[in-house]
């Protein structure tokens, strides 16, 4: 009779964790997320008092100027003709996330991870940032240019077609392919660092850079200037 009990138990365990693993089970934001995101003030009350979690939704034609998130995770999340202009992201993580359309232009980003996400027409340009990583990503026809702050990261990335120029912050890019994106017109002897990564048809020029690190970068047929 005990072993039945126990079996029991450890049946209605797993059945939990599988449902939480389908997301059967929603958090108080991810019940939320939509009325929240109707309105802004609403939602930096909600966000000013908590650290959210998001996932498996789609977010289309929203408009959440202006919105902080501080600690928070979006995971699975597709961001679709969003205008996230203005937003204040701190310590926050993009996984597994799909950016189409819209702009997340003007922002300011510190301590933020966007890992095995996706960008497709999309643009972070003017932000202000502070150790930004984009890790794994694939990043097309997008602009993450005009930046002003510390330091972005890209690892593991593919990027082809955008504008990373007129920027006044470090860029380091590892083990990443970048094709046809421009860092022209950069400011303030700002350092670049590229490692065992291939360039193609990338623009440099008019830039001031303080230093240029290249280690094992290859380049492509389109060459860069």
């Known amino acids: 009779m005990r072993f039945l009990h126990v079996l029991v138990f450890m049946m209605l365990c797993f059945g939990a964790a599988d449902g939480n693993a389908m997301g059967l089970f929603k958090n108080d934001f991810e019940q939320k997320w939509e009325e929240l995101f109707r309105d802004v003030k609403k939602l930096n009350g909600y966000t000013s008092t908590q ?10 034609e929203c408009d959440i100027e202006g919105a902080v998130f501080t600690g928070a995770t979006f995971s699975g999340v597709e961001w679709q003709s969003v205008d996230a202009r203005k937003t204040v992201l701190t310590k926050t993580i993009f996984r597994n996330c799909k950016f189409i359309g819209g702009t997340w232009e003007d922002g300011t980003l510190t ?5 095995n996400c996706e960008f497709f027409d999309t643009s972070f340009s003017g932000s202000a940032v502070v150790n930004v990583r984009f890790k794994n990503c694939k990043i097309n026809e997008t602009g993450i240019g005009y930046l002003t702050g510390k330091t972005v990261y890209f690892d593991g990335c593919t990027w082809e077609t955008g504008v990373g120029g007129d920027s006044s912050c470090e860029f380091i890019i590892k083990h990443c392919t970048i094709k046809g994106v421009s860092f022209s017109a950069m400011k303030d002897n700002v350092p670049i660092l590229v490692e065992d990564s291939l360039l193609d048809e990338v623009n440099f020029g008019h830039s001031h850079f303080s230093t240029v690190t290249l280690r094992r ?3 492509g ?4 200037k």
């Open 51 to 60: 650290s959210v979690v998001l996932r498996d939704v789609k977010v289309e």
């Open 217 to 219: 970068v290859k380049q």
């Open 221 to 224: 047929e389109g060459g860069t």
């Open 111 to 115: 301590d933020v991870l966007f890992e």
